[in-house]
């Protein structure tokens, strides 16, 4: 812990699972697949960085820009002396705009399962908003926790960006709203990024960028797997594919093996044929009735929804 009384950095020690073990469990199914939460090491944070910057890739643009043009609106949403409790908050760069703004806040809890991008982002903002207490949590927030040393006049407002929510499986997204909802009050609230469905020809632009970002994010999971194993799998042997899959409403990513291959994996023999798909991503998008009927099912009612002008994205404000 930080000796800083106004910076807290708490490690609830996930349990993420051995990279190895869930690697080879996923190799030995059919048909294969990997998490996507195995995208982000050094290079894939890197690489994600790279994609939220491309033209293609709109969704942290406008995400940016919503809450740019609705701060005077989102500032509301704090009474004095209140908490904002950011789920996955990464390096919590658009989150600043609202930390610039809201002066009601006096408490930012980030959550995090990086331990390492967490206390580097906590010590950054510790120095830029000294006044601000930081109680910075490394959690599994699919889990359900409590946060210690909150001290409040005011209320807690949850903030969820990004469309993460998309990763997660329908039941999924019901479980964590459920969850959530079970820790509100009356004067709290969630603001949940979530990508809105819309001409699949722009959402697979988004996946699919001519610079190729994209590609080599979903083909780091093989060199990781080579310098995880040791082994020596050729990454050009791989190609990248993603789409939309309009009947479950959500953009698929696959690596696509281009040539038979074997590999021993921790004495597990693992078996690539020509054609086969790995899945790597689900990224599900939704629309904004389907996103309440969601939030409804949790006991969540959606108070307001904030888009940008071509409702490509949307920013929901959800209460108890
Ligand atoms: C960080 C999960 C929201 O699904 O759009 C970006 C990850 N994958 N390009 C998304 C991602 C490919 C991203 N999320």
Same mark, same amino acid.
């Given at each position: 812990?930080?000796? $800083?009384? &106004?910076? $807290? ?10 990279? $190895? ?18 995208? +982000?090491? &050094? ?6 960085? !790279?994609?939220?910057?491309? /033209?293609?890739? +709109? ?20 009474? =004095? ?15 600043? /705009? ?20 967490? /206390?580097?982002?906590?010590? !950054?903002? *510790? ?11 490394? %959690? ?38 459920? @969850? ?10 969630? %603001? ?9 020809? %722009? ?6 960028? *001519? /610079? ?5 994010? =979903?083909? =780091?999971?093989?060199? #990781? ?10 990454? *050009? ?7 939309? =899959?309009?009947?479950?409403? !959500? ?34 998008? +939704? ?10 099912? @949790? ?5 307001? %929804? ?5 409702? +490509? ?5 959800? #209460?108890?």
């Amino acid at each position: 812990m930080e000796s $800083r009384d &106004k910076l $807290r950095i708490i490690d609830m020690k996930p349990k993420i699972a051995h990279f $190895r073990e869930e690697i080879v469990l996923g190799l030995l199914k059919t048909p294969k697949q990997i998490s996507p939460k195995f995208f +982000y090491d &050094k290079t894939g944070s890197e690489l994600f960085n !790279r994609i939220t910057t491309l /033209e293609e890739y +709109y969704l942290t643009r406008k995400e940016r820009m919503i809450i740019k043009d609705n701060i005077a609106e989102i500032c509301r949403l704090f009474q =004095n002396g209140s908490a904002l409790v950011e789920y996955g908050s990464g390096g919590s760069s658009k989150t600043m /705009e609202i930390l610039d703004h809201c002066h009601g806040i006096s408490t930012y809890v980030p959550l995090d399962i990086s331990a390492s991008q967490l /206390e580097e982002t906590a010590k !950054r903002l *510790s120095e830029k908003y000294p006044h601000l207490n930081i109680v910075a949590l490394c %959690v599994d927030y699919t889990t359900r926790f409590e946060i210690p040393f909150l001290q409040l006049t005011g209320n807690i407002i949850a903030l969820f960006l990004g469309s993460t929510i998309g990763n997660f499986e329908p039941e999924e997204a019901s479980a964590f709203l459920w @969850n959530v909802m079970d820790m509100m009050g009356p004067e709290d609230g969630i %603001v949940i990024g979530v990508d809105l469905k819309k001409d699949p020809s %722009v959402l697979e632009a988004a996946y699919n960028d *001519s /610079e190729g970002v994209t590609a080599q994010f =979903n083909l =780091n999971l093989i060199t #990781r797997i080579n310098r995880e194993f040791g082994t020596s799998l050729d990454v *050009s042997s791989f190609s990248h594919v993603a789409f939309y =899959n309009r009947k479950v409403g !959500r953009i698929e990513m696959h690596l696509e093996v281009m040539k038979e291959m074997e590999v021993m994996l921790d004495g597990n023999l693992i078996k690539f044929n020509k054609g086969e798909l790995i899945h790597t991503e689900n990224s599900y998008k +939704y629309d904004i009735e389907e996103f309440e009927k969601l939030a409804r099912r @949790n006991h969540l009612s959606l108070e307001r %929804v904030w888009k940008d002008p071509q409702d +490509y994205f949307g920013l929901f404000l959800l #209460r108890k």
